[in-house]
Nanobody, 119 residues
Framework: QVQLVESGGGLVQAGGSLRLSCVAS????????MAWFRRTPGKEREWVSG????????YYADSVKGRFTISRDNAKNTVYLQMNSLKPQDTAVYYC????????????WGQGTQVTVSS
């Protein structure tokens, strides 16, 4: 069982930055592929970014590529999402997720953190 707790959301003006953090419980964090998703009211959940075990392999949605950076610190059981050049369309609840498998659905989810970008 893994519990995920996100933090770092808030209100920021367009062009600003935020860094989200997701702390995982348990001693096997380094074995999990981690990802960030987001959801806007009325829309389906959107995958934003993912990071593999070694942290050298990262993936980004086209909508955030070049602006967001995912990273992880296995010693701290934490995954981060650095968000720069934020746009109003980035406004959403951001969720952290974890899975053991390389592919397939994510097994564990955080409660989400709200990010609001004003124009």
């Amino acid at each position: 069982q893994v519990q995920l707790v996100e933090s770092g959301g808030g209100l920021v003006q367009a062009g600003g930055s935020l860094r989200l953090s997701c702390v995982a419980s348990g001693r096997t964090f380094s074995r999990y592929t981690m990802a960030w998703f987001r959801r806007t009211p009325g829309k389906e959940r959107e995958w934003v970014s993912g990071i593999r075990l070694s942290a050298e392999t990262t993936y980004y949605a086209d909508s955030v590529k070049g602006r967001f950076t995912i990273s992880r610190d296995n010693a701290k059981n934490t995954v981060y999402l650095q968000m720069n050049s934020l746009k109003p369309q980035d406004t959403a609840v951001y969720y952290c997720a974890a899975r053991l498998a390389d592919f397939g659905p994510y097994d564990y989810w955080g409660q989400g953190t709200q990010v609001t970008v004003s124009s």
